[in-house]
């Protein structure tokens, strides 16, 4: 079973980014945790950033194509506006676990709105990296619960 992360614009830049919402952490030391939790669940993961729309996009057509088992999406400020990845993200048929670093609900009123929410199971925000381990989890129970 495969689940991919994917991961949207501007969050390569983590480490650099305000610490206040969202810490020190680089996305590599944040990969290299998704990584050693999904080898303690037995899951194969892949993660994948980008910071174009488009590319984002493709990346999601091929998930359909390849048929992975689900996804975890961080899509960054896309999420509050990217009609095309919550399309994209439509199209698949694997559960969908939108998850962000930051309490989105408690900042600015535009981060309140997910375009991505419509098409998840589910939303996991404001606990820095391990809201991508809680992510994660939750994408594996959904897994199993569709065997
Ligand atoms: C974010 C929250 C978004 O509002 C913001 O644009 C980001 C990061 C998060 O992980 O908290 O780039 O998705």
Redesign the pocket.
């Known amino acids: 079973k495969k689940v991919l992360v994917l991961h ?4 390569n830049m ?1 480490g650099k ?1 305000d610490p206040a ?2 810490g020190t952490i680089t996305l590599q030391q944040i990969n290299e945790q998704i990584a050693a939790l999904a080898a303690q669940l037995g899951c194969e993961v892949e993660c994948y950033q980008t910071n174009h729309e488009g590319e984002m996009v493709e990346k999601i057509h091929q998930a359909h194509e390849e048929q992975i088992d689900a996804v975890v999406i ?7 506006y990217s009609y095309a990845i919550m399309d994209a993200l439509g199209i698949l048929k694997a559960p969908i676990v939108e ?6 609900h408690a ?2 009123e ?2 309140h709105f997910s375009v991505v929410a419509s098409r998840a199971k589910g939303q996991i ?2 606990f820095g990296v391990n ?1 991508y381990l809680l992510g994660l989890r939750a994408a594996w129970e959904l897994i199993k619960e569709a065997e």
Do not use: C, I, K, P
């Open positions: 949207g614009v501007n969050l983590f980014r919402q969202y961080n899509a960054g400020a896309w999420t509050h998850v962000h670093m930051s309490n989105v900042r600015e535009f981060r925000a404001g809201s």
